[in-house]
T-cell receptor, first 115, second 112 residues
Framework: EAGVAQSPRYKIIEKRQSVAFWCNPI?????LYWYQQILGQGPKLLIQ????????DSQLPKDRFSAERLKGVDSTLKIQPAKLEDSAVYLC?????????????FGPGTRLTVL | AQSVAQPEDQVNVAEGNPLTVKCTYS??????LFWYVQYPNRGLQFLLK??????LVKGSYGFEAEFNKSQTSFHLKKPSALVSDSALYFC??????????FGAGTILRVKS
């Protein structure tokens, strides 16, 4: 079974530029998550999708971050404009909805450096 | 809100010795607890979870975790550490809406 795919793996941009990350979850997983992991910290949830609807985006800085999940499969996370403090690893995860206690499966992440 | 705490930034152990990585939790209701491991430049890999039942949970790569309700702890253990176990370990708790709340992580260093 293929895992969660993310691209790009690394990205370096200047502050105030825009950037987009892509995620392809495990086939059949209805729930998709984007996390931000700042160096030295645990992952923090940014947004959660159920199929193509947003379940929770309470931690998403909506003035600069946006995310979508068209057709309930792939998802993109965008930052516009980027700030220095956005430097982090952005992790995508997906989860089957068969049981409420199912674990999440994570992709390799995208490491963003904002200069 | 649900939360977990990992009191140790780093744990050092000699290869072949038992290891313990600590986690305590604070929840309202029943706790659903997870351990993940992260190797450099990799995503998080699931190790094990506690939902209900036996307090000793067995997981991947020889790891196990002991759930202790009275001490609100969920410590990760392994009887004999390997150098290849060196990584960053995260404890997490399920929050409302099937979200995960993670601890800050513990670096495990196993020396030969």
């Amino acid at each position: 079974e293929a895992g969660v795919a993310q691209s790009p793996r690394y990205k370096i941009i200047e502050k105030r530029q825009s950037v987009a990350f892509w995620c392809n979850p495990i086939s059949g997983h209805a729930t998709l998550y984007w996390y931000q992991q700042i160096l030295g910290q645990g992952p923090k949830l940014l947004i959660q999708f159920q199929n193509n609807g947003v379940v929770d985006d309470s931690q998403l800085p909506k003035d600069r971050f946006s995310a979508e999940r068209l057709k309930g499969v792939d998802s993109t996370l965008k930052i516009q404009p980027a700030k220095l403090e956005d430097s982090a690893v952005y992790l995508c995860a997906s989860r089957p909805d068969l049981r409420y206690y199912n674990e999440q499966f994570f992709g390799p992440g995208t490491r963003l450096t904002v200069l | 809100a649900q939360s977990v705490a990992q009191p140790e930034d780093q744990v050092n152990v000699a290869e072949g010795n038992p290891l313990t990585v600590k986690c305590t939790y604070s929840v309202s209701g029943n706790p659903y607890l997870f351990w993940y491991v992260q190797y450099p430049n990799r995503g998080l890999q699931f190790l094990l979870k506690y939902i209900t039942g036996d307090n000793l949970v067995k997981g991947s790569y020889g790891f196990e975790a002991e759930f202790n309700k009275s001490q609100t702890s969920f410590h990760l253990k392994k009887p004999s550490a390997l150098v290849s176990d060196s990584a960053l370990y995260f404890c997490a708790v399920r929050d409302y809406g099937n979200k995960l709340v993670f601890g800050a992580g513990t670096i495990l260093r196993v020396k030969s």
